[in-house]
């Protein structure tokens, strides 16, 4: 876990993943915030301006993950982490080099995407980093 700075103030998109059957307990502690989307496991909101300490203070999920534009092949796939890392949740990470995971099943897709990121970002994939 990176360290973060809570005081930052950010402009980014997450979806939260939790327990099935918690994503309504979820709901209801971010239910001031701009909600996005909602799905059985995991809720989508928009964080802005200081809504990240909340967000870090909240036990009720277990990862959060920036969502991506399309898909690898699309010239955009990456901007949502570029503008998380100009203006988001990673511009508020304390500690640097960013390692990240990739969550999909699918190996080509998987070996797709660690070239993408690990190329256009320099960050370096760690598979045994938390999920």
Known sequence: ???LSLSRSVDDHLILRTAGGAVDLLAEEFETH???TRHLAALGLRLCGDELAAVHACRLYW???IPLAGTPDH???LT???HSEDHGVLAALTGKPIT???GTAVPSLRQLLVAGIERDLG???DPRACP
């Open 1 to 3: 876990m990176y360290p």
């Open 123 to 125: 960050w370096r994939n």
């Open 63 to 65: 990862s959060a993950a």
């Open 80 to 82: 949502p982490l570029r």
């Open 100 to 102: 990240f995971r990739v």
């Open 75 to 77: 010239e955009h796939f």
């Open 34 to 36: 701009d909600l996005r």
